[in-house]
């Protein structure tokens, strides 16, 4: 419900990815909810990963699109901020140590460079899980998140278009990361 009230007015339709209980938030949202259509993709295999959830949306994904992680918690002026950027756009937050996530490398001009996953130890930008695209992202393959893996990632797929398609790193003012019940 957060989720959906903290987008900017000027989106009118919302695409929500579901599998376990998606029947619950069909239930619950509907067909409209605060003034936005409600479209519903479900995803057969939920360990198959956020570039797998993004690839369930594709055939009705045209031009540009916010793609938003379900269970964290935006400011409604960081994807309004991400909207504006003149390119693809992600949303990070600087962090003192990093810790547990993707490291986000940019330029001197603010462009996405890299994403380094695992734990950081050091002072920098983690990927807060907010993206603007296109429908250009579809043309790239589906990357996994690491070697040996069949979990699909979608930072790690958007990096193969980063050197193609800018991608600026847009810094959070308010970002609620939920990883466990205790996180609510």
């Given at each position: ?47 198959g ?17 916010v ?26 937050e ?32 983690v990927?807060a ?56």
């Amino acid at each position: 419900e957060h989720k959906i009230t903290a987008l900017p007015k000027e989106i009118d339709e919302v695409i929500l990815v579901v599998s376990y209980l998606g029947s619950s938030i069909l239930n619950y949202f509907g067909g409209t909810f605060d003034g936005r259509r409600i479209l519903y993709v479900e995803q057969e295999n939920p360990v198959g990963g956020t570039a797998d959830a993004l690839w369930q949306a594709k055939d009705i994904l045209k031009g540009k699109f916010v793609a938003m992680n379900g269970d964290d918690l935006y400011a409604r002026e960081d994807i309004d901020a991400c909207i504006s950027a003149p390119e693809w756009a992600m949303l990070v937050e600087e962090r003192d140590p990093i810790g547990a996530g993707g490291k986000v490398i940019v330029d001197s001009s603010g462009r996405v460079e890299t994403i380094e996953e695992g734990v950081h130890a050091e002072k920098g930008l983690v990927n807060a899980g907010v993206y603007v695209l296109d429908d250009r992202i579809f043309t790239y393959k589906p990357v996994p998140k690491g070697p040996g893996e069949t979990e699909l990632g979608l930072p790690q797929t958007i990096l193969q278009a980063v050197g193609e398609i800018p991608m600026r790193a847009v810094k959070s003012t308010l970002w609620i990361q939920i990883t466990s019940p205790e996180d609510l």
